[in-house]
């Protein structure tokens, strides 16, 4: 999966956990939680449906990975993901 599907994807999942959002936006480098005004089980949430849709797994001990969606990206592209 190329950086840009995987950029694609993220957003998409953030635009369901936030539909509100202007994700369009969303600064690459700041933290999601604050940006999107969303909870730790909307983090959750979008962990488990990072999970869902990539099959990759994500251990509880990588969330900080995820909290930018420039890290988020990268630490997707590090995983083996199913194209």
């Given at each position: 999966?190329?950086?840009?599907?995987?950029?694609?994807?993220?957003?998409?999942?953030?635009?369901?956990?936030?539909?509100?959002?202007?994700?369009?936006?969303?600064?690459?480098?700041?933290?999601l939680r604050e940006e999107l005004d969303i909870d730790s089980m909307d983090?959750?949430?979008?962990?488990i449906a990072l999970h869902?849709?990539?099959?990759v797994d994500i251990p509880e001990a990588d969330y900080p990975h995820l909290v930018t969606l420039d890290g988020a990206i990268a630490y997707l592209?590090?995983?083996?993901v199913r194209s």
């Open positions: 999966m190329t950086e840009a599907e995987l950029r694609k994807t993220v957003l998409e999942t953030l635009g369901h956990i936030a539909p509100e959002a202007d994700l369009s936006a969303l600064p690459p480098s700041k933290d983090f959750l949430n979008f962990v869902e849709k990539l099959g592209s590090e995983r083996h």
